[in-house]
């Protein structure tokens, strides 16, 4: 019994959307505007993703994946794309002719990290959804599909996130499943041909929208000899665990580590010295003096039991998850440069600045990045007053008022100082977070 596809033909707008399909039933919507991806910031976040595995010898990101005919490569290198590829279109020229006509799949994962415009405008689209259901309690992923394959590599499979496929270049033909058609325990088939008979299908050209609740067994398969290219963007709906909230409540993890980044994990700091007992007493108990990397261990676990810091640490990813627009990770922040007093700045409206009270001082956060700084709520609401009614203003004039310091704590300094360097410091911050625009007198 195959499960019917609803066809959209004219418009798209989040009211009838979720009030029609979300977690309803797949529907495909034709040519909606606007299209919340352009190609030439799909590739470049794309090839900006490759980068780290350009390198022959180098095993690819974590987050990239080249399978060909039916074999994933462990060292793909030169058969990733590179910025001399200059676009999808050279790219599979130059990858068509060193393939010689084989199939291949390119799968990138959490691509939306490495360019802010595609980001920013993915965020904007998705804002009228988060409006409607709320912010996805861990962050919507984003994968880019592109290539010739015959079907996707993991073969047919249930994802934990109702998916919304956006069609870029080609054509693509998703088959899906109301239930498991298998009744092996494995969770995913590659050869699936005897259970067709069961499936629908619904192909997607460029323009077009699928969306398709978690519920659905899927695969995607290619449409004839030609590429295609098509952005998935996942929001989670089943299985959360309380170990993804317990994660970034214990530590940060640098977003680089989940890009491919080369980049420092910054969860709990390694333990140098051993966790386990040397020997064993000759009556074969165990000493009651715990190992010195077992104490360590321990001790740094019972820091976080500490109300405050655990109170501040709710602050901050709460901060973080609610100016991301419901993605993570997000574009790193922009390199840091002085902001001078002639320096005239602008807030971006649309996304403020956002800020919430810590044990002492204040966390501040925009688009998914945070600082502390040692300014109470009223001095900071003060600092960016001028700022939040869409005025463009002088950093020298955001200055008048604060003393010239030094009024920073030693023994807290983690957050910045509420002297008049410290708040310049803060500035140049949101501003590296593109919460601030610079319009004249910024020195690189």
Not at 57 to 84: C, I, K
Not at 243 to 253: F, I, P, T, V
Not at 390 to 409: H, I
Not at 414 to 436: H, Y
Request: glycine fraction near 10%.
């Amino acid at each position: 019994m195959t499960e019917p596809l609803t066809v959209v033909h004219t418009g798209f707008d989040w009211p009838a959307f979720t009030e029609q399909h979300w977690d309803r039933g797949p529907v495909l919507f034709r040519s909606i505007a606007p299209v919340p991806f352009a190609e030439a910031e799909v590739f470049a976040a794309a090839t900006a993703a490759c980068r780290p595995g350009a390198d022959p010898a180098a095993e690819p990101p974590p987050t990239v994946s080249l399978t060909v005919e039916r074999v994933q490569r462990a060292r793909p290198g030169p058969l990733l794309p590179g910025r001399a590829d200059r676009s999808f279109d050279h790219y599979q020229e130059r990858l068509s002719a060193e393939l010689a006509g084989r199939r291949y799949a390119l799968v990138i994962s959490g691509f939306h990290a490495y360019d802010f415009a595609l980001w920013a405008r993915e965020r904007e689209f998705y804002a009228g959804l988060w409006a409607r259901v709320g912010l996805p309690l861990t962050g919507a992923i984003t994968t880019l599909f592109h290539g010739t394959y015959e079907h996707s590599p993991v073969g047919v499979h249930k994802d934990r996130f109702a998916t919304f496929m956006f069609g870029l270049k080609g054509r693509k033909r998703m088959r899906f499943w109301p239930e498991r058609p298998w009744n092996e325990p494995v969770s995913t088939v590659l050869d699936y041909g005897r259970y067709r008979d069961g499936s629908f299908e619904a192909e997607v050209g460029p323009g077009d929208l699928l969306y398709w609740p978690s519920g659905y067994y899927h695969v995607g398969e290619g449409v004839g000899a030609e590429p295609a290219t098509s952005v998935n963007v996942g929001v989670p709906r089943e299985e959360h665990r309380a170990g993804y909230e317990l994660e970034d409540l214990l530590a940060d993890l640098d977003p680089a580590a989940l890009t491919g980044r080369p980049g420092r994990d910054s969860r709990l700091e390694p333990i140098g010295t051993p966790s386990i007992f040397a020997h064993i007493g000759p009556d074969g108990l165990l000493s009651p003096v715990l190992p010195d990397g077992l104490l360590r261990s321990a001790r740094t676990f019972g820091q976080f039991g500490d109300p405050r810091l655990i109170g501040d640490r709710v602050t901050t990813v709460s901060l973080r998850r609610r100016t991301a627009g419901g993605f993570e990770p997000v574009p790193g922040p922009a390199g840091l440069r002085r902001l001078t007093d002639d320096t005239v700045i602008e807030a971006d409206q649309r996304y403020p600045v956002r800020w919430a009270p810590l044990a002492t001082g204040t966390n501040c956060a925009v688009n998914g990045h945070d600082t502390a700084t040692a300014l109470p709520p009223g001095d900071l609401l003060r600092l960016l007053a001028p700022l939040l009614t869409g005025k463009q203003v002088s950093v020298g004039e955001l200055l008048t008022g604060f003393p010239p310091g030094p009024t920073s704590d030693p023994d807290d300094a983690a957050k910045l100082p509420a002297d008049r360097e410290g708040v310049r410091l803060l500035l140049e911050k949101l501003e590296s977070f593109r919460g601030l625009t610079c319009h004249r007198g910024g020195i690189p």
